[in-house]
């Protein structure tokens, strides 16, 4: 590790890893599947990168940019293997961003991130539609963008991890620039991606506290803007 890391830090976020000469393949511990399989439950997981949550009071549910209202998700935390099977409840910036009630089900004690998940689809639903006398989503933003809008409806979360002002992205590589504008108290804050997640744009604590309202932990009416 000594070799590779940066001053100061314990994880490597962007790496590569590659083979580069033969050997015996290790024996899979017991109870464990054989490498090269896939881990119980079969396939691979349809939402890579890591869970975390927003807090509110509902029934265990989850929000996603990718699957559906209605759809049935099972999700699973490789740590612990707990796992919930919760239904798709909205939209969100994220594959799956759980709910306070599908956290609680799966989290390791006084964590707020599931780094080693599963996400399984194990059944449909049908496409959300704009309530009578709503306006389809992703409205024009209120206040005028000077960045190139990216991730049109999404809601933005925090992602429990320290250090300074950042954000995680499945879309935008390290180094971009995204400014985050809380519309709902037009509040705003450029970072820095500092990795990857399953939300456009994940922010750190450090961030988020620059655009929170008090006592919330999702932002719903959020504006998201690559400056570089």
Known sequence: MDQVREQGKNVIRNNKVEVVSGGAAAAPAAGQPAAGQPAAGGGAS?????????????APGVTSNKFPVGTQLKITNLDNNKSTTV??????????????AAMD??????????RNNKVEVVGGGAAAQPAAGQ????????????????????????????GAP???SNQFPVGTKLKVTNLDNNKSTTVSVTGASGSCALLNNAAFEQVREPGKFLI????IEKVS
């Open 166 to 168: 950042g954000a995680s």
């Open 135 to 162: 306006p389809a989503a992703n409205p024009p933003a209120a206040q005028p963008a000077t960045g190139q809008v990216v991730c049109n409806g999404s809601t933005v979360t925090l992602s429990g991890e320290g």
């Open 105 to 114: 089900q799966v989290r390791e004690q006084g964590k707020n991130v599931i």
């Open 46 to 58: 349809v939402c890579p990168g890591n869970l975390t949550f927003f807090a509110d009071n509902a």
């Open 220 to 223: 719903r009416n959020a504006r």
């Open 87 to 100: 239904p798709v409840i909205g939209t969100s910036a994220s594959c799956a961003l759980l709910n306070t």
